[in-house]
């Protein structure tokens, strides 16, 4: 079993795309026995997931693939490629 966590700030104009974003991991992380622990407060995301390293990797890669279309989707009163920007953003983040 591997895992790792993550905590960053996230601006108020980005907490429904972060919210939206961190629903998606959930679901997409259950099928792959991946266990997600996710907080949104005051501004501050934090995220920690915890499972096997190979399925780590393959959700990783699913994220990076999907993260953009759902954020883009998104009801936010940002622009959809400022949507796009935040998904990617968070994908750096759970990457590094």
Do not use: W
């Amino acid at each position: 079993m591997a895992g790792f966590d993550a905590t960053f700030h996230v601006s108020e104009g980005d907490l429904p795309v972060v919210r939206a974003c961190f629903a998606a991991i959930r679901r997409r992380a259950r099928k792959l026995r991946v266990r997600v622990s996710t907080t949104v407060l005051a501004g501050t995301a934090y995220i920690a997931l915890n499972g096997q390293t190979y399925a780590l990797d393959i959700l990783l890669e699913r994220l990076r693939r999907d993260l953009p279309t759902i954020a883009e989707a998104t009801v936010s009163g940002r622009t959809a490629s400022a949507r796009r920007k935040t998904a990617n953003g968070l994908i750096e983040i759970l990457n590094r």
